[in-house]
């Protein structure tokens, strides 16, 4: 009969503790802001070019475009790999996705100052 208890014990203190719903959604609101904020600057710096003296070609369009679709997308994925974690390890998944989202954005800015006049018109 303690046999059976300890077992049960064990296996209950062994199993993952879900986050509370509250700790998952002020999480995801802090690291959506900035999440929002690499969003809003690619979409500023797009309406920029596009609005600009010589527009924007097909590829402008097209990397501009995606640098302001590229955080929603990271932000959905690390929220799937994460929301069942513990809070720190999903604040750090959260974290590594947005450092992702600010290598490329670094990248396109790079590329556009390089490359800029390919981009337009």
């Known amino acids: 009969m303690s046999d059976v208890t300890t077992d049960a014990a064990a296996s209950e ?19 959506g802001l900035f999440y929002a904020y690499a969003l809003w600057n690619a979409l500023a710096f797009l309406v ?7 527009g924007l070609n097909g590829y402008g369009w097209f990397v501009l475009l995606l ?9 959905g994925v690390a929220f799937a ?14 974290f590594t996705g947005l450092c992702v989202v600010a290598v490329f954005w670094l990248n396109v800015i790079a590329y556009a100052a390089v490359y800029g006049a390919s981009l337009l018109g």
């Not at 640098?67 to 932000?75: H, R, S, Y």
């Open 13 to 31: 203190s062994s199993a993952p503790r879900r986050t509370p719903t509250w700790v998952v959604v002020a999480i995801s609101v802090v690291f």
């Open 48 to 54: 920029s070019q596009a609005t600009g003296p010589l």
């Open 67 to 75: 640098a302001v679709v590229f955080p929603l997308l990271a932000f």
């Open 81 to 94: 790999l994460g929301w069942r974690r513990r809070a720190w390890q999903f604040a750090l998944v959260l």
